[in-house]
């Protein structure tokens, strides 16, 4: 179901085959940083926040997870009204 929702977006999976190395490498990393950069243990929805809203992730370019989404949204819609 995921794989079938994912393909009809016109997406990739991000996970790999079964018993590949790479088999989840994105959701280990997240999670990891999570475990390492916690600095709210009692406020996990406040650091949530923060990493998604002010921290500038290099592999995004410099930019937060909340900006590439916001373009990644005003993409779609002009394609949408291009098309």
Not at 45 to 73: A, D, M, N
Request: glycine letters at 6%.
């Amino acid at each position: 179901m995921y794989t079938t929702q994912v393909r009809e977006h016109g997406m990739l999976p991000s996970t790999g085959t079964v018993g590949d190395s790479y088999d989840n490498a994105m959701a280990e990393s997240v999670n990891g940083a999570y475990k390492t950069e916690l600095v709210w243990r009692r406020k996990p929805f406040r650091w949530v926040s923060w990493w998604t809203s002010k921290r500038l992730h290099q592999s995004l370019g410099c930019r937060t997870p909340e900006q590439i989404e916001t373009e990644y949204h005003a993409n779609q819609a002009a394609q949408a009204v291009s098309q």
